[in-house]
């Protein structure tokens, strides 16, 4: 995860950040009158927009729809709870580059969803990250501070993150990633390979993360609607920790240069193909 860190010595990453946060606050903010929890879920139109700036801005992006998250908690959700709102907006936007880079064959990592291929890549992250969600938003607001009911929290938190991303984050990305790309504001086109983190194992912290998310999720829900426990019993309580834990190995695990070196090359083969002017 370097290039979390490493980001912050571009200047084009840092104004990224800030538009990122920007763009999510705005969008997040008008929806915080409508309630599905008071005071803990709105109805987040913002949704659709974590992963396609995670694809597209890598760490600004997550940075960004994390900051900007905590902008719109000041409108509506502030709580100890916004810690978790956060860590998790972070998180997906981390993610959702973490598991292109994986997903992806190294001759086609370019984010626009211009096949069915990269249609399915972009679902899988989808849904990997709403059930990711819920497991760790679940547990900090619900099962941790006690904040929250979390048979109610639950409910709202997965179907908030699976309806928005899933069908309306493919087209955000598709809209923005060609004039991204043109402007050459890609994370690909402004990092450098070295500043990123080149991952250990990626296929198993693959393996973990899909663990940690769906594993997570079935372990999340049976605790809560299934075992008959107490939400106060232990095993409920900590029951996510382990599943959290894996899907933060997991994405460490994963890494990210590949990408950056993949469209880097693409980029120099381009130029040096590319026609130079015709002399009279």
Same mark, same amino acid.
């Given at each position: 995860?370097? !290039?979390?860190?490493?980001?912050?010595?571009?200047?084009?990453?840092?104004? @990224?950040?800030?538009?990122?946060?920007?763009?999510?606050?705005?969008?997040?903010?008008?929806?915080?009158?409508? *309630?599905?929890? *008071?005071?803990?879920?709105?109805?987040?139109?913002?949704?659709?927009? *974590?992963?396609? @700036?995670?694809?597209?801005?890598?760490? %600004?992006?997550?940075?960004?729809?994390?900051?900007?998250?905590?902008?719109?908690? /000041?409108?509506?959700?502030?709580?100890?709870?916004?810690?978790?709102?956060?860590?998790?907006?972070? /998180?997906?936007?981390?993610?959702?580059?973490?598991?292109?880079?994986?997903?992806?064959?190294?001759?086609?990592?370019?984010?626009?969803?211009?096949?069915?291929?990269?249609?399915?890549?972009?679902?899988?992250?989808? +849904?990997?990250?709403? /059930?990711?969600?819920?497991?760790?938003?679940?547990?900090?607001?619900?099962?941790?501070?006690?904040?929250?009911?979390?048979?109610?929290? %639950?409910? %709202?938190?997965?179907?908030?993150?699976?309806?928005?991303?899933?069908?309306?984050?493919?087209?955000?990305?598709?809209?923005? !990633?060609?004039?991204?790309?043109?402007?050459?504001?890609?994370?690909?086109?402004?990092?450098?390979? !070295?500043?990123?983190?080149?991952? /250990?194992?990626?296929?198993?912290?693959?393996?973990?993360?899909?663990?940690?998310?769906?594993?997570?999720?079935?372990?999340?829900?049976?605790?809560?609607?299934?075992?008959?426990?107490?939400?106060?019993?232990?095993?409920?309580?900590?029951?996510?920790?382990?599943?959290?834990?894996?899907?933060?190995?997991?994405?460490?695990?994963?890494?990210?240069?590949?990408? +950056?070196?993949?469209?880097?090359?693409?980029?120099?083969?381009?130029?040096?193909?590319?026609?130079?002017?015709?002399?009279?």
């Amino acid at each position: 995860m370097t !290039e979390v860190f490493t980001m912050w010595r571009h200047t084009n990453m840092i104004v @990224l950040t800030a538009l990122c946060a920007a763009i999510y606050a705005a969008v997040l903010i008008p929806f915080q009158s409508i *309630p599905i929890i *008071p005071g803990h879920v709105s109805f987040r139109v913002a949704g659709v927009l *974590p992963i396609a @700036l995670g694809l597209m801005f890598g760490p %600004a992006g997550a940075w960004g729809a994390a900051i900007g998250n905590l902008i719109g908690d /000041f409108f509506g959700t502030l709580s100890p709870g916004a810690v978790g709102g956060f860590f998790s907006n972070f /998180f997906t936007g981390f993610v959702s580059y973490k598991l292109w880079s994986v997903l992806s064959p190294s001759k086609d990592l370019g984010v626009g969803l211009n096949s069915f291929q990269k249609l399915v890549r972009f679902e899988i992250i989808a +849904v990997l990250k709403a /059930f990711g969600t819920v497991v760790i938003l679940t547990w900090w607001v619900c099962l941790l501070l006690r904040i929250a009911p979390p048979h109610a929290y %639950a409910t %709202a938190v997965l179907i908030s993150n699976l309806v928005a991303p899933v069908i309306g984050g493919p087209f955000v990305l598709k809209i923005l !990633e060609p004039r991204i790309r043109k402007w050459g504001l890609l994370w690909t086109e402004i990092m450098k390979p !070295e500043e990123v983190s080149r991952g /250990f194992m990626p296929g198993v912290g693959f393996v973990l993360l899909i663990i940690g998310s769906l594993g997570g999720g079935a372990a999340l829900f049976w605790s809560l609607f299934m075992s008959g426990l107490d939400i106060g019993d232990p095993l409920v309580r900590f029951l996510p920790v382990p599943f959290i834990i894996m899907q933060v190995l997991g994405a460490v695990m994963m890494g990210g240069r590949n990408q +950056v070196e993949a469209m880097q090359q693409e980029a120099l083969a381009s130029a040096v193909h590319r026609p130079g002017p015709k002399v009279a």
